[in-house]
Structures are given as C-alpha cells and as structure tokens.
C-alpha cells in the first residue's frame, strides 16, 4: 500500500474520561506526525495525552504508564503538538487516546500517515 498523507481523524471533542482519538486499522501501519488541540471553553483545561498499546487485539486501557503528554490550555488556545520523530501505530486497536477536564469543550484532530 503506498503513503497516504492526511488526515487521521475528523476534529471531535475530548471527555473527561480517557477516550479514543484514533484507532489504527488492521493491516495499516499508522505514522502520527502531529495533533491538534483547541480549548472552546471559557476556563482554563487540562488535556492528557496516551499512546495506547492493544490489549490482545482488544483496545488497551489509558493509564500513567502510557501517557505521553499533560498540559493545561487556557481559554481560546490551540495546541500544536508537532511530533519530531513519528509515533508508528502497527497493530490493530493500538490507540492514540486523551481526557481533559470538561466534557464537550476540547476539540482534537491527529494528522500523519498511513500505508
């Protein structure tokens, strides 16, 4: 399969529980090149980020041990997180996945590769 550049996913809103940003596909190696985040709330959010290991081709559980990112954004802010050397995504439900403090306030897009 060649490269594919775009996006990963569509821009969706962040919980407040540890929830999926991206999934990888089966037989897709994924590159995760960079990620988006935007606070459209009034007050400051704090944004955690995980690199998800499958659970036996289940999805796996977010927790310390893979979180790779926590931040707080103030009202308004967009976050770039530009990924110098790529996440690769190589098993199926490996995920990208993130919490922050307000449910429905906090946006998140993922940008990269695919083959």
Same mark, same amino acid.
């Given at each position: ?5 775009? $996006? *990963? ?7 407040? =529980?540890? /929830? %999926? #940003? ?7 190696? @994924? ?16 944004? $955690? *980020? ?7 081709? =289940?999805? /796996? %559980? #977010? ?7 926590? @931040? ?26 993130? =919490?922050?403090?307000? #449910? ?12």
């Amino acid at each position: 399969m060649a490269l594919q550049r775009a $996006k *990963l996913s569509d821009i969706q809103f962040i919980s407040t =529980s540890a /929830g %999926i #940003a991206y999934s990888n596909p089966a037989g897709v190696k @994924t590159y995760i090149r960079g990620i988006i985040i935007f606070n459209g709330n009034t007050t400051a959010e704090n944004v $955690k *980020l995980y690199n998800v290991p499958d659970n036996n081709g =289940s999805v /796996g %559980i #977010a927790s310390t041990s893979n979180q790779f990112m926590e @931040t707080t954004l103030t009202t308004k802010q967009t976050l770039f997180v530009e990924i110098p050397y790529v996440i690769t995504l190589t098993d199926v439900n490996e995920t990208i996945q993130a =919490s922050t403090t307000t #449910a429905s306030r906090v946006t998140i897009q993922i940008l990269g590769d695919k083959e």
